[in-house]
């Protein structure tokens, strides 16, 4: 019925049919009040009209059981739909264990999409149908806002930190990618489409594309020529300038000022581009600035490189090779949350 539906674009993930059903109940219930209150002010206008000049009102008191009733029957429905409406949120913005995570970079006026595999493409994004991907939204400039409404999602992408949503997509097809954000004189050309294929036609057009490397490698090769490993990997015998970054991501770190945070995706994003603001314990604040010196693409491969050292205990991913830490690194890792999250999908 919906797909029919002329005013509804396609329906075309996991979750857009919950998003249809909670819309079409919350207007039909609107609808349905909407019309008996005008319904009964109408009718109570013809019902209790004054029939001669002459006549006075009556002050009338309404029954306690009618009072609690009409109080009572639109609090049960709003928390009811309350609840409803909460659940299709954490539905929409709680990306499951198993999503692939990929890139999409908002600037003046494209959006930049990177593969975890490493390709990379403007104003498209292909996806094998039935997998749950993660977007990763930065941008380099303005607000955007990454929309497809086939999916029924939107999220701004925010410059300085990072946003995300997700998405499984159901029907192989072509899909609209919009900016809903306006963001400057050619906001209305910021489109693109998406392309749900096939797994099989998806392995087919990811080994056609021009041989990028992975995000992960490209991320290890940029710790090499920036240098990040000169004081972010243990070598035996040297103090240490920076903590050792394997086991880091998603763990809670203690800083230098007593307060504990948790080294996700912005926290390693802050890391880079303003060393001072959040200090380790037990480190100087020596790091240089890397603002303007690494793109918001080569952040996110960063990034990805470091989230492949893996938690606390599990072999690191990435090649810089070296033994853990015993002994040279604070024991920020400890009792790391192990996510097992989307770690560095590798093809
Ligand atoms: Cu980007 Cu509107």
Not at 137 to 148: K, P, T
Not at 256 to 282: H, M, Q, S
Request: proline share 7%; hydrophobic share 40%.
């Amino acid at each position: 019925m919906k797909s029919t539906f002329p005013l509804f674009p396609d329906s075309a993930s996991s979750l857009s049919s919950h998003v249809d059903a909670l819309y079409i109940i919350w207007a039909l219930v609107s609808v349905f009040f909407t019309i008996l209150i005008a319904g009964l002010i109408v009718f109570f206008m013809a019902r209790y009209h004054r029939s001669d000049p002459e006549q006075v009102g009556v002050e009338e008191r309404a029954a306690v059981w009618l009072e609690i009733l009409w109080s009572a029957v639109p609090l049960v429905v709003m928390l009811a739909m309350f609840a409803w409406g909460t659940r299709v949120f954490f539905q929409l913005y709680r990306p499951p264990a198993d999503a692939v995570e990929y890139t999409a970079i908002g600037k003046q006026w494209m959006w930049k999409v990177q593969h975890p595999e490493g390709q990379s493409e403007i104003n498209a994004l292909h996806v094998p149908v039935g997998q749950s991907i993660k977007v990763k939204l930065a941008s380099e400039d303005v607000i955007h806002s990454f929309y497809i409404p086939a999916f029924r999602i939107k999220q701004d992408a925010v410059p300085g930190r990072y946003t995300s949503l997700w998405f499984k997509a159901t029907k192989p097809g072509v899909y609209h990618l919009f900016c809903a954000e306006y963001c400057g004189t050619e906001h209305s050309r910021m489109i693109g489409s998406v392309y749900v294929m096939e797994p099989r036609d998806y392995e087919t057009w990811i080994a056609g594309g021009v041989g990028g490397k992975s995000m992960v490698a490209s991320g290890a090769d940029l710790f090499t020529s920036l240098a990040c490993v000169t004081c972010h990997r243990p070598s035996p015998g040297v103090t240490q300038r920076g903590p050792n970054l394997e086991g880091v991501y998603n763990s809670q770190v203690k800083l230098a000022d007593g307060r504990t945070v948790i080294a996700d995706d912005n926290y390693v994003r802050e890391a880079i581009l303003n060393p001072f603001a959040k200090v380790v314990a037990g480190y100087d604040p020596v790091m240089p600035t890397f603002q303007g010196q690494v793109t918001e693409e080569q952040l996110t491969q960063l990034i990805a490189y470091v989230r492949s050292l893996g938690s606390t205990g599990s072999a690191p991913a990435g090649g810089t090779g070296g033994t853990p830490a015993a002994g040279t690194a604070p024991s920020t890792a400890a009792n790391t949350p192990q996510t097992p999250g989307p770690a560095a999908p590798q093809k």
